[in-house]
């Protein structure tokens, strides 16, 4: 990838045109083949487009909140590393062919669409590079794996993957049915805080098979800590996919996809200050449920606050490459913040080995 286009900010004159040349276009317009991609066998390569592998941000979508869930759990229950460390292992294992199964299913599903959108035409299924059944036995396949890690998670988490099946089934329709297709997406990417907290055998609900809780808790239906942040989860994604959305905006009213981009269109900034407002009352109070200790105040809410607040303030709505550029910098710096915020509660627990 050229390295200036990917690092520095991109100038206010380069407009769609420009966009749908450049290195940002071919990595998230599902052309990407150079660095790493460029060695493998070229069959493979169509694949790795689908799956958005390279760059991996479309794994770490997805493995971010199943981290943050095994890290709160372990904060609440104390646990030491040796369990934290194969739960995460089990859930990035588990996360990886989630990712490729759900981007290869929305992509089997959109391509009609993606053939009208000039970002997305070039994706592996609308230019012809993979068959409409060779995605789908592909996608089959990924779920299988993915599904196999469930067995190695303790007796009964299986059952806690359902809704998230479901909402990931349904979330290429809901761009069709719904202007808040970005509040389905981040259902389904948030779940992964209450896999998590299964994998470490939390009890996330006051019913089912991890059975109830303890004190004050059994007036709530879920445990608060792990529902404050997987609130906050939601609202992490809606911020930064508004944003995405925003980059195809104009393609997406003429082929009639809705999103929250669509509806809000100029107002979408106000909105996306709320919500971040919401989500870093959300993490204050996911801490202070737990007692947690200054430093994750200062990482995860004051990251989250910073790195996302400049991502709203900063970038241009009507630009494509704007809105590319910071999705995916504040996206890393606002997960990365919330995952070190976490971490540091944890290290602050003093965990045995």
Known sequence: MNEKASNEKPQPAEETAAFQNNALAQQYGGGHAGGWVSRLPPSWVPYVQLTRLSPPAALFLIYFP???????????????????????????????????????????????????????SKRPIPRGAISPRAAFIFTVTQALGAALFLLLMPEGSAIYAVP??????????????????????????????????????????????????????????????????????????????????????????????????VLFKDWTKPLLWLLLGCMVTLLYTCGNLLDMGIPFYVIAAGGSLLSLGAMIANVNLKESSSCWWWFRYGFWLAGGAIAGGLLSEYVLIGPTF
């Open 66 to 120: 199943h981290f943050f869930g095994i890290i709160l759990a372990a904060i609440i229950q104390k646990s030491p590393v040796s369990r934290v460390l194969p739960a995460s292992l089990i859930m990035l294992g588990g996360s990886f062919f989630f990712s490729n199964a759900a981007h290869g299913w929305n992509d089997l599903i959109d391509a009609p669409i993606d053939k009208s959108i000039a970002r997305t």
């Open 164 to 261: 998230n099946i479901i909402g990931t089934y349904y979330y290429p329709w809901a761009k069709r049915h719904t202007n808040f297709a970005q509040l389905v997406l981040g259902f389904c990417l948030a779940w992964g805080i209450i896999m998590g907290s299964c994998a470490m055998d939390l009890k996330p609900f006051t019913w089912g098979p991890f059975g109830g809780s303890n004190g004050w808790e059994q007036s709530f239906w879920a445990e608060p800590s792990t529902t404050c942040l997987f609130l906050a989860c939601i609202l992490w994604t809606v911020i930064y996919d508004s944003i995405y959305a925003h980059q195809d905006i104009k393609d997406d009213i003429k082929v009639g996809l809705k999103s929250i981009a």
